[in-house]
């Protein structure tokens, strides 16, 4: 389980950034590690701000979904209540 103060949980990038593609190799790689485990690559501060930033991007788009979903089932649910009721949307 993730906790949001010190995540120790490696597989939940509910909070930060913890992996990456290794620019070597295009496997996966822990972005703690200072070298690639497969290939031995060094994994550059600037290959893991992008990955922090393609992170952001993601994150940011998994919200916009969440919240659209959200205001659709809201909206699905109000009509439910009105057509329960009887009452029509002007």
Same mark, same amino acid.
């Given at each position: 389980?993730?906790?949001?103060? $010190?995540?120790?949980?490696?597989?939940?990038?509910?909070?930060?950034?913890? =992996?990456?593609?290794?620019?070597?190799? $295009?496997?996966?790689?822990?972005?703690?590690?200072?070298?690639?485990?497969?290939? $031995?690559? /060094?994994?550059?501060? /600037?290959?893991?701000?992008?990955?922090?930033?393609? =992170?952001? !991007?993601?994150?940011?788009?998994?919200?916009?979904?969440?919240?659209?979903?959200?205001?659709?089932?809201?909206?699905? /649910? /109000? !009509?439910?209540?009105?057509?329960?009721?009887?009452e029509t949307a002007?």
């Amino acid at each position: 389980m993730c906790t949001y103060a $010190g995540c120790v949980n490696m597989n939940c990038e509910r909070c930060k950034a913890k =992996w990456m593609t290794c620019p070597g190799c $295009g496997n996966r790689a822990y972005m703690e590690f200072s070298k690639c485990r497969a290939c $031995g690559t /060094e994994l550059t501060a /600037e290959a893991k701000e992008e990955a922090r930033a393609l =992170w952001r !991007l993601r994150r940011e788009e998994s919200k916009r979904i969440q919240k659209e979903k959200m205001a659709k089932l809201k909206e699905e /649910e /109000e !009509l439910a209540k009105n057509l329960k009721t009887g009452e029509t949307a002007v």
